[in-house]
């Protein structure tokens, strides 16, 4: 297996069902980066782009995916950053490391994504928005 170092770009609108070594596809439409894992293992990497995932920054010809790829759960276990196409290789993490990692990620995703509103909420939103001037009114009355 021969490790990647630098990444191409192709900007797609669907990524494709077959990907090629050393390609980053990008699908605004979708929100996605995906890419053939750089350890050459031959595995596809998927990296959804939203702020409790990865972010994607471009710079003219290059593009940054923060945080790093962890393949911890492929048999190679890379480790890796992308920074302005290069692959930059980080270090092996142990097993303590990786848990807290993933338990940080988990945190984020739950602090990150909009949560549903409950039945409760949305009546009280929507109440608001339609009631919330004579609302006001009347609690003012109220409280005189």
């Not at 490790?3 to 494709?16: E, T």
């Not at 990692?101 to 928005?129: C, G, I, N, T, Y």
């Amino acid at each position: 297996m021969t490790r990647i170092l630098q990444l191409q770009l192709r900007f797609v609108d669907i990524i494709p069902e077959r990907f090629h070594p050393g390609v980053l596809y990008i699908s605004r439409r979708y929100a996605t980066a995906s890419h053939l894992c750089c350890c050459g293992c031959g595995l596809e990497v998927v990296t959804p782009l939203n702020p409790a995932k990865w972010r994607l920054t471009e710079d003219a010809d290059r593009v940054s995916l923060r945080p790093s790829i962890g393949n911890w759960s492929f048999p190679c276990g890379s480790h890796y950053w992308i920074a302005s196409n290069q692959v930059r290789w980080a270090g092996g993490m142990s097993p303590e490391m990786i848990a807290a990692v993933k338990a940080r990620d988990r945190h984020d995703a739950e602090r990150l994504a909009p949560r549903p509103l409950s039945v409760f909420d949305r009546f009280r939103r929507d109440l608001r928005a339609k009631w919330g001037r004579l609302l006001t009114r009347v609690k003012d009355w109220w409280r005189g």
